[in-house]
Each structure stands twice: as C-alpha cells, then as structure tokens.
C-alpha cells in the first residue's frame, strides 16, 4: 500500500486552521471531514483498494493533521483515482462543505470564489 500526503485539509484557495491557534484541536475533525466529504463529491468513492486517511503529525508547535489517500499501487483504478485527486485539488469550498462546516461552527472565513 501506498500513502499519498496530500498536504493540505481545505481545498487550495482556502484558509485553513492553524495550528497554534486555539481553535485547532476543536474543528480539524470538521475540517477534515468536509474536505474529504467535498473530494468524494467531485470525484465519486473510492474504489476497492483506496481510502482516505487523516494522519496525525508532530511538529514543534504540536500535532497537526494532513490528509491522505492510501492506495494499492498495483492496482490501475486505486492508483490513477488518487493521483487524479492529488492533481486536481478543488480551489475553494463547495456549498455542501461550507453548509457541514457553517453548522458545525468553523471559525476560519471562507474565500471568495470568483
């Protein structure tokens, strides 16, 4: 199995929470959770043999999270499925990940997409 970092928790464009900040440990579970919720919308499920995975790593200012796709790389579907979704990061929020986040209370303002 293959890991996949994909370096962020929000789309490209977005700010996201900072860790250090207060309110980090209290919404990266949100935050994640949108972030992947939005990346099966705009790219279907994951195939058999591909899941995404949020890590948890230290760091001198604590633990931060980073999203992940673990994927058989011997398998055609599993591999281009997460290279297509590392190439392709959406920019901004889509209106159902702003709606999770907005009701579960996310403190970080949202991008303006134009």
């Given at each position: 199995m293959e890991n996949l970092s994909l370096s962020t928790t929000s789309p490209v464009s977005e700010?996201?929470?900072q860790l250090g900040s207060g309110s980090y440990h209290e919404f990266i579970?949100?935050?994640t959770s949108a972030f992947i919720n939005?990346?099966?919308r705009a790219f279907g499920p994951e195939p058999q043999g591909c899941q995404f995975k949020v890590?948890?790593?230290p760091h001198d200012f604590g633990t931060y999270s980073d999203?992940?796709?673990v994927f058989d790389e011997d398998d055609e579907d599993a591999s281009d499925y997460a290279y297509d979704v590392?190439?392709?990061l959406p920019?901004?929020?889509d209106d159902e990940a702003k709606e999770e986040l907005i009701r579960g209370g996310y403190p970080v303002a949202f991008a303006e997409s134009i």
């Amino acid at each position: 199995m293959e890991n996949l970092s994909l370096s962020t928790t929000s789309p490209v464009s977005e700010s996201c929470l900072q860790l250090g900040s207060g309110s980090y440990h209290e919404f990266i579970n949100l935050e994640t959770s949108a972030f992947i919720n939005q990346l099966r919308r705009a790219f279907g499920p994951e195939p058999q043999g591909c899941q995404f995975k949020v890590t948890k790593n230290p760091h001198d200012f604590g633990t931060y999270s980073d999203v992940e796709i673990v994927f058989d790389e011997d398998d055609e579907d599993a591999s281009d499925y997460a290279y297509d979704v590392e190439s392709e990061l959406p920019e901004y929020w889509d209106d159902e990940a702003k709606e999770e986040l907005i009701r579960g209370g996310y403190p970080v303002a949202f991008a303006e997409s134009i």
